[in-house]
C-alpha cells in the first residue's frame, strides 16, 4: 500500500523511470534484430524503428525526470519565502 502511495506521488519519475527502461528495451530489441540479418537494406526498419522509439522515449524519460526535480527546488524556494515573509518583491 505503501509503494502505491510513493508511485502516486512520484507519478512523473515513476513514468520517467518507466519510459527509460522502455526505450532501452526497445534500443536493444532494434540491435538485435539488425544484428541478425546480414543485407543493409533487411537492417533500416529495424534501425528506424528501434532507434526512434527508443530515442523518443529516453528523452521523454529524461525530460520528465528533470521535471519533478525543478518542481523540488521550487517547492524549496517557496517554502524558503514563506518561512522568511519574504514576497520576492524588492
Known sequence: MELVKL???????????VAVGAGLIILALGWVGASGTR??????????SGAVLGLFLLGLG???WLSADLRDEWRSLQEIRAEHGSTGRP
Not at 508511485?7 to 523511470?17: G, H, I, L, P, S
Not at 543485407?39 to 528506424?48: A, H, M
Open 7 to 17: 508511485f502516486r506521488n512520484q507519478w512523473d519519475r515513476t513514468t520517467a523511470v
Open 39 to 48: 543485407k543493409v537494406p533487411d537492417q533500416i526498419p529495424y534501425i528506424i
Open 62 to 64: 529524461a525530460t520528465l
